[in-house]
């Protein structure tokens, strides 16, 4: 019952709905539905920088000038004598590598044919583009396209120029999905990389682009201008060359050749970008080893459920002002970490689907259930308003901090009968409240109860009580929750885990004075602990005030063990609460736990004030009922006459 309690206030219904909706969301934009939100995520990371590549790479662009300049029409495949002598060119600077992105497939003009054939063949390390048709059944049912015989006889390798996206969409990943193609077939980037010495791995996982920068993975040179550049130009650089589009600046028109791609930077530069460019980055990724990967499927559902139940069930924990700006500090934390992550390492994480899915629906649900919980709370219990809670909770029911109609903050103590096995619990609490109301107010030592309410239709009562003062006074102006002052907080932060022997004193005192009242009532207590003795205005008083009864030998056993006298004595009597209070005593004057009782450490053996103290709980704690104190106003008269004691030596020291 104890661990179920303690679950149910770590995680009430609202905070585990929260988390199982905030984790649903993650799940749910993780399959094609948050395509958006994932690809958004991966574009967005680009908008906070980027490495740079060193590599030496030159990408010679078959642009709109060059075109013109050259007298090539888009609409027919250029003369193979102008790629003959860039190659020628190429060749005298001793470039690094050449990657054709161009498809050399039918003969135009053989004379031409050979020279080109002729210039890949005295360089030897021209990497050729292959096609791949539209044809069913994978890469092995003839669907690739080779480059001419001709040409591939004399180039040093080959693979296919595709791009995984459609023409005018955004190139994220790199194709094919699987790094490695069928029958030794690789990607045109594959190939490239593979033969500059590339340690590749046959059995990568979907990679997707890293980009180099809005400029793109290496310099860019018009096609013209390469034919006449100065010599040594690109020596030992990487070239790439391949088409570019008639119309980049409008990312979305359609171009004849289908030779256009929108990269994460189309959004700020406006600029769309050839296949060529594509083809270079992802080479650079081969080569450098730092292509992009999101983590394997079960990692990454196991981290959104897990994201998702924190940040639902946190939210739901916190007042609405607060969750607002938790929320934004979620936001940006992973932010943060998915751009750092995927900065320096080589993984990405779909982090817009925390931040723009999980965050908001837990946040919304936060705010919906709060709303719910007050308008519910406000129904339960006429007249006041929920400010923060439950504070405390026990086997008996749960307290609410409140506020009444005019403002004052209170106590407010909910008992449902639902609770219990059985009525017996629920009427004895609401019988003993019952009767410590009308004297509530009659000691300045009592808990004052303000008002009490019962729903038996409903099965429940509640009673609303003055308010302890609180552990930390700035607990408002800091945001934080309130927490009552009760005993054994004070000891906690005292030093040695005790008190002084004249605030023990002081204490005892006032617990005494209320105590002797009550009993003059006819009233017990049956609950005296640490935990339930509070302070009010400074003042220590006997909180958990539900179990007050009339006293009565044959009481049902209750209680907290070790502040229990032991059986056969029933619990339940005047000389019981007598027993409690002198272990109360010795908790905290000594700082040891109630079960070590009568122990006690050699510096508190050598103080003769603490041994006065002693001789007054060693008396109240007897075994014998008939050997301690006989009544609480015995004992208060014991106290205040080691307190006379100590006062008397202090005026002789003086």
């Not at 909706?21 to 574009?43: K, Q």
């Not at 069913?136 to 791009?163: H, T, V």
């Amino acid at each position: 019952m104890k661990h179920t309690s303690v679950i149910k206030k770590i995680l009430p219904k609202s905070a585990l709905v929260g988390a199982a909706l905030a984790a649903f969301c993650g799940l749910l934009l993780r399959t094609p539905l948050g395509d958006p939100w994932v690809n958004a995520s991966y574009d967005s990371l680009y908008r906070f920088g980027a490495r740079a590549a060193t590599n030496p790479v030159v990408l010679i662009l078959m642009d709109n000038d060059s075109h013109e300049i050259l007298g090539q029409p888009r609409s027919s495949p250029w003369d193979r004598k102008l790629h003959a002598e860039l190659l020628n060119k190429l060749n005298a600077d001793d470039a690094r590598l050449v990657v054709f992105d161009i498809f050399f497939q039918e003969s135009n003009n053989p004379a031409t044919d050979v020279l080109l054939a002729d210039a890949m063949r005295y360089n030897g390390k021209v990497v050729l583009m292959a096609g791949v048709g539209s044809k069913p059944g994978g890469l092995d049912n003839g669907s690739i396209e080779p480059p001419l015989e001709l040409f591939r006889s004399a180039a040093a390798a080959w693979g296919i120029g595709k791009a995984a996206a459609e023409t005018g969409g955004v190139a994220r990943q790199h194709w094919p999905i699987a790094a490695l193609g069928e029958d030794g077939v690789h990607s045109l980037a594959w190939a490239a990389a593979q033969f500059l010495g590339a340690h590749l791995d046959a059995s990568a996982d979907q990679l997707w682009l890293r980009y180099y920068g809005r400029n793109g993975p290496g310099d860019k040179v018009p096609y013209f201008q390469a034919l006449t550049n100065s010599a040594g130009f690109f020596r030992g650089k990487i070239v790439f060359i391949g088409n570019w589009p008639s119309r980049p600046d409008d990312p979305g028109a359609s171009e004849s050749d289908n030779d256009k791609y929108r990269t994460p930077y189309t959004g700020q530069t406006g600029q769309a970008v050839g296949g060529v460019e594509i083809m270079a980055t992802t080479f650079l990724n081969l080569l450098r080893g730092d292509g992009l990967r999101r983590l394997p499927a079960g990692v990454e559902i196991a981290l959104l459920i897990l994201a998702g139940g924190v940040i639902g069930a946190g939210l739901c924990r916190l007042k609405p002002l607060y969750s607002l700006v938790t929320a934004l500090g979620i936001v940006l934390a992973v932010l943060l970490v998915s751009v750092t992550w995927s900065y320096y390492g080589n993984h990405w994480f779909p982090w817009l689907v925390v931040d723009g899915g999980q965050v908001p629906c837990a946040l919304a649900w936060a705010w919906v259930s709060q709303t719910r919980r007050v308008t519910l709370f406000q129904e339960r219990f006429p007249g006041y308003a929920i400010v923060d809670g439950p504070f405390g909770e026990g086997a008996y029911g749960k307290v609410w901090l409140v506020r009444n109609a005019t403002g004052q903050l209170q106590a407010l103590k909910e008992i449902q009968r639902a609770r219990f096995d059985d009525p017996g619990p629920y009427d004895r609490e609401f019988c003993g409240i019952k009767s410590y109301k009308p004297i509530s107010s009659e000691h300045p030592g009592l808990l004052h109860i303000d008002h009490v309410n019962a729903n038996e239709a409903a099965g429940y009562f509640y009673y609303v009580m003055e308010l302890g003062d609180a552990l930390d006074p700035a607990w408002e102006q800091q945001g934080e929750s309130y927490q009552p002052r009760d005993l054994a907080g004070v000891c906690r932060r005292a030093d040695g885990g005790r008190l002084p022997v004249r605030e023990c004193l002081r204490i005892g005192i006032g617990l005494l004075e209320t105590l002797d009242f009550l009993h003059q009532h006819g009233l017990v207590h049956r609950d005296i602990k640490p935990a339930n003795i509070i302070f009010v205005n400074g003042r220590p008083k006997l909180a958990d005030v539900g179990l007050v009864r009339r006293a009565s030998p044959d009481s049902t056993l209750v209680g907290t063990e070790d502040y229990m006298p032991p059986p056969p004595e029933p619990p339940g009597s005047k000389v019981a609460d007598i027993y409690a209070l002198g272990k109360v005593l010795y908790v905290i004057s000594t700082g040891k736990p109630v079960k070590a009782f009568a122990e006690l450490s050699t510096t508190l053996v050598g103080k003769p004030e603490f041994l006065r103290l002693n001789q007054i709980i060693c008396q109240a704690c007897q075994p014998a009922a008939d050997q301690r104190y006989a009544s609480a106003a015995a004992m208060l008269a014991a106290l205040r006459a080691a307190q006379a004691e100590l006062d008397a030596d202090g005026t002789r020291k003086a």
